[in-house]
């Protein structure tokens, strides 16, 4: 395959090329409630190719018929010229790599029968279902997929990689009357078979969750002490403040490129924040970017001062930069576009007990049903929260939402706690169209000083 | 290619089949910060088999399948070994309606008709202190599906994606204010020139940041921000959840469970929206279907497996991307109109700000946008989200834009007090075309992937008036911004979100929000 990419890349003539061709393999198999949902398999495979001929745009082409690589060079070349640039689009050098770089399969999943997936995910099924009459519904997920990768330019960059994939996700749905709650479990691992073995103690947890929800109180609406838990530090991390990092969003815009100066401080000394592509066995863990620049460890926030940010390869030579590999595309079907890795706030010192001790009244926020950010605003479900009170935890409290603004809540943690930890979910992250993106987060208890918390509206009619 | 795949099918499978081919040809350009940077095109074409075998069911797909269709029988045999017995019934052949869904001008438009479509806008969006991004797609799309049963149908389709935002950051304030056209025809003109007016007109409004009130408010939704009322209701409306004991409406057909001004109906045979088809893709043919009608529940929407679970029919619902197993969804989503606003509509098509419910409103909040929709336990009704964007609404006028809030409601506020007012006049409007809100397409790519349907033009979309909340929760985000101009920025955010609370594809001026899924 390299070959032949090789061969379609010395017809052209155009001044900088890459081509990408992927081809994957994935099963699913999905259990709704007792009945096996669905069992599927899917094979897929196509190219991309990348033209950016001097003093014009880029032309892009994607395809799933590998016989049109040609006629698609040739496309993409076409439309590179079609569009003028002034100042002409530009590219952060990048020395040329070759490499051959199978990940660790664990187990090639590839080789396991489809009937032994379903057993599997049967199995963590059935935990959720066995925990309560009141588990009205599951939805428990296996998938998994190996891509098989290449990579060409014309810088010399020649790349062939093996790619795992696993995910496992149980939803549990518990009702009673009119009360419907959930509990989710989610696991996403860049390995293999191996790796999703022995995990129901997960799927009963949420289960289990779900129904003690139940009997919760929403939690009362207003701004509280909010510490949070690993996983959702690392997802407010990634949305609240990684996607501002992602140099696209500053490069053409003086006035965002102010608002993101290096040397701002963001938080307290005790803030620090870094995005790590190349962090072993992670999903967000790959030894190229989709532009060939080798992965790294990007310190983003040091001591609570902006140090940096995730680049490609073009927004790098806009802001004179060097390139972080940080240019992801989702598949063949998407162009490469800057998006982080394992994303994660950086261990402190001390406990969990020590982030609660002085604290009279707030709100331990655990887990995470999702995330979203608009620029600087931002909101997060946790799964469940705790309130506490007097320094000790106490009652389980439900439908927490946390809302605010990055730059005044980045700057109200004030105590980090030393348990840090890669949090390893499935699902992914979202942004122009590309979803979902493996992606991980890592965090320890972290602690806000004052978070607006959505819940009950005490003055609602 | 789909006969060759049905006919080896019904040698191996002795329970019949059925199989969607779809082909994709999309050109796209787009502007950044002003200027045109990038062009392309994308080719492909896949399809998605099911067979019945041994009373069990079984799905693949592959975009390979060209090169080698037995293989893709033999896995969606496998499939089925696996699968749950269910006496799927493939239907026969039947007359198809008729729907504009293809039209030349826009199939044969060339780069150069769409590069001139998005600098017409940057010229008359331009602004100081302003960076303004323009997407312009077209898409031409070929579907067939047919089964075994001897029922067949194919059709062209096209599709326009306009899309046009307006950032602005002023120290901490980012402001980006976007909207878009979308449909199976290029746009008008007039459709352009609606596109310009909605976008100045809210960013001059958002230009002044006001304080807010506090406590329980009127709220009016716009079309894109009635999403968190109407997501549940989609959901739980869905024959899929009603078989999973998780709708709220299940048992309710008949009963009066809104208010008498809520009509809400999907209509797949609505000309020139990119979600029309004459048949859906289980060869099933399309036609209007009323789920709800003057507050009454009426019927549910389901697919063919849904369908033979509930001991009913299809109502033409079934949605199925290359790979995965179809499932049932919703094409173009109508919200009737009641009879509540001013009627106002230019004579473009386009609506006023608020749809003509603000003059009711002595104070209030219009919202436009919320942060986080379809975020954690949807189809249980309650919600809470911080505003995207929302103005304040005093006496009836636009006071100017509000920072960031939470709009909430409990479960019993929103079905049965909820909305109280419809106006007429936005239906028309941004049913012709404008404003595009795409519903929630799972997008796990077992499901769906990048052409499951007219590609990233086509989510599901839907025909919506304004609306008003009588008694919608709100109150202050944060302490810190009750005092002074605001620092935070609000932003348009996205629509439904999904079984595994991905994002669904997003309108393109939205590019700047994003999700974790997990």
Redesign the interface.
């Known amino acids: 395959m390299i070959d032949r990419l090789t061969t379609a890349l010395g017809r052209s003539r155009a001044d900088y090329i890459e081509i990408r061709v992927e ?1 994957s393999w ?1 099963t ?2 999905t259990f ?2 007792r ?12 190219g991309f190719v990348r033209v950016l001929e001097a003093g014009g ?9 590998l016989d ?1 690589l040609e006629a ?1 060079v040739a ?2 070349a076409e ?2 010229r ?5 100042p002409p ?1 530009r590219l952060a050098s990048v020395s040329p790599h070759e490499a051959e770089a199978v990940l660790d399969l664990d187990g090639d999943v590839r080789g396991v029968p ?2 032994e997936k ?1 057993r599997l995910i049967e199995g963590y099924n059935a935990e959720m279902l066995a925990v309560s009459d009141e588990v ?2 599951t ?1 428990a ?1 296996y ?1 998994d997929e190996v891509s098989e990768y290449w990579y060409v330019n014309s810088e010399g960059t020649r790349l062939h990689e093996l790619r795992p994939d696993v995910t496992l ?1 149980g ?1 549990a ?1 518990a ?1 009673r009357d ?5 509990g ?1 479990e ?1 696991i996403g691992l860049r390995r293999g078979w191996h790796s999703v073995q022995d995990k129901a103690a997960g799927f009963r947890t949420v289960a289990e969750r779900a129904v003690q929800l139940l009997d919760a109180p ?1 939690v009362r ?1 207003g ?1 509280y002490p909010v510490i949070l838990d690993p996983e959702l530090a690392g ?1 407010f991390i ?2 609240a403040f990684g ?1 501002l990092s992602e140099a696209d ?1 500053v490069y ?2 003086p ?2 490129r102010e ?1 993101m100066t290096l040397g701002r401080r963001f938080g307290k000394p005790a803030l620090n924040v870094g995005d790590n592509g190349a962090a072993p066995g992670l999903r967000g863990t790959l030894p190229y970017d989709d532009e060939g620049t080798p992965t790294q460890d990007t310190v983003l926030i040091r001591d609570g001062i902006l140090v940096g940010r995730l680049h490609s390869r073009e927004t790098a030579a806009a802001m004179g930069e060097r390139p972080t590999g940080n240019a992801r595309a989702l ?1 063949f ?3 490469p576009i800057v998006r982080m890795t394992n994303t994660y706030i950086a261990s402190g010192s001390g406990s969990f007990a020590d982030l609660i001790r002085d604290v009279p009244l707030g709100v331990y926020a655990c887990g ?14 946790a799964a469940y929260g705790r309130m506490i009170r007097n320094g000790q935890l106490a009652e389980l409290v439900k ?1 927490v ?1 946390l ?3 990055l ?2 809540t980045l700057d109200r943690i004030d105590h980090i706690a030393g348990d840090f930890r890669w949090n390893q ?9 590309q ?2 993106l493996p ?1 991980t ?1 890592g965090a320890p208890h972290v602690r806000i000083e ?1 978070a ?1 918390v ?4 005490p ?3 | 290619m789909i006969d060759r795949l049905l006919t080896l099918a019904r040698r191996r499978a002795d329970g019949g089949a059925d199989a969607l081919w779809r082909r994709v040809e999309r050109t796209s350009i787009a502007f950044e910060s002003g200027r045109l940077k990038a062009a392309g095109t994308a080719e492909e074409a896949g399809a998605n088999l099911r067979v019945r075998h041994r009373g069990r069911v079984g799905v693949a797909g592959s975009t390979a399948a060209a090169d080698a269709p037995d293989e893709l029988v033999g896995r969606a045999l496998a499939s089925a070994e696996l699968g749950e017995e269910l006496e799927i019934a493939f239907p026969s052949a039947a007359p198809l309606p008729r729907v504009s869904t293809f039209f030349a001008a826009a199939a044969d438009a060339p780069l150069d008709r769409l590069t001139a479509i998005g600098r017409s806008l940057l010229d008359r969006l331009a602004r100081d202190g302003c960076q303004i991004n323009v997407t312009v797609e077209r898409e031409t799309v070929e579907t067939r599906v047919a089964n075994t049963a001897g029922a067949a149908g194919e059709y062209r389709s096209t599709g326009i994606g306009v899309s046009a935002e307006v950032w602005r950051i002023a120290g901490d304030d980012v402001l980006a204010i976007g909207d878009a056209y979308e449909g199976a025809d290029l746009p008008s003109d007039e459709a352009l020139a609606a596109l310009v007016r909605s976008i100045v007109a809210r960013l001059e409004h958002a230009l002044h940041v006001v304080a807010p009130p506090e406590g329980a408010l009127p709220v009016v939704f716009t079309p894109s921000g009635l999403a968190a009322l109407l997501l549940p209701l989609t959901q739980a409306l869905s024959g899929k959840a009603v078989l999973q004991g998780i709708s709220p409406l299940a048992g309710k057909v008949g009963e009066r469970v809104f208010d008498a001004r809520v009509s809400l109906g999907d209509n797949p045979l609505r000309a020139g929206r990119t979600a029309s088809r004459p048949i859906d893709d289980e060869c099933v043919p399309s036609r209007e279907v009323s789920l709800v009608h003057q507050g009454v529940v009426e019927r549910f929407i389901y697919d063919l497996e849904t369908a033979a679970r509930a001991h009913t029919a299809s109502t033409g619902h079934g949605q199925r991307g290359i790979f995965g197993k179809p499932v049932p969804g919703y094409t173009n989503i109508v919200l009737d109109g009641g009879a509540g606003g001013s009627g106002r509509v230019r004579p473009d098509g386009s609506a006023e700000l608020g749809g003509g419910l603000l003059g009711e409103v002595r104070d209030g909040l219009l919202v436009d946008e919320l942060i986080g929709v379809g975020q954690g336990n949807v189809i249980g009704g309650a919600f809470s989200h911080p505003v995207a964007l929302a103005y304040r609404v005093e006496r009836g006028v636009i006071a100017g834009r509000e920072r960031l809030r939470a709009v909430e409601a409990r479960r019993r506020v929103r079905r049965r007090r909820a909305l109280d007012g419809f106006a007429l006049c936005a239906v028309r409007a941004h049913g012709g075309g404008q404003r595009r809100a795409s519903l929630n397409r799972e997008c796990r790519r077992g499901n769906t992937g990048g052409h499951a349907g007219p590609g990233r033009l086509s989510g599901r979309r839907r025909a919506l008036p304004f609306a008003r909340s009588s008694s919608t929760g709100y109150r202050p985000a944060c302490r810190s911004c009750r005092s002074g101009p605001s620092t935070a920025a609000p932003r348009r955010s996205g629509d439904a979100a999904t079984a595994c609370r991905c994002p669904p594809p997003r309108a393109r001026h939205r590019p700047p929000s994003t999700r974790r899924c997990a």
Not at chain 1, 57 to 65: E, I, K, R, Y
């Open positions: 081809r994935s699913a198999v709704r409630g009945r096996l949902e669905s069992a599927t398999a899917s094979e897929d495979q196509g745009g880029w032309g892009v082409a994607s395809f799933t018929s049109r698609m496309r993409a439309l590179s079609a569009v003028r640039v002034d689009i489809i009937a379903k009205v519904d939805l997920v998938r996700s939803t749905v009702r009119g009360t419907i709650e959930k989710l989610s929403r609406g701004a997802v990634h949305e996607h969003f053409e815009s006035q965002a608002m598949s079907r998407h162009a995470a049903f999702g995330g979203q950010t608009m620029l600087e605003n931002f909101s997060f479900t439908d939402v809302a605010g603004n730059f005044q979910m499935g699902g992914g992250c979202g942004k122009g169209g979803a979902p992606v987060e004052e607006l959505g819940g009950d509206v003055t609602a009619p």
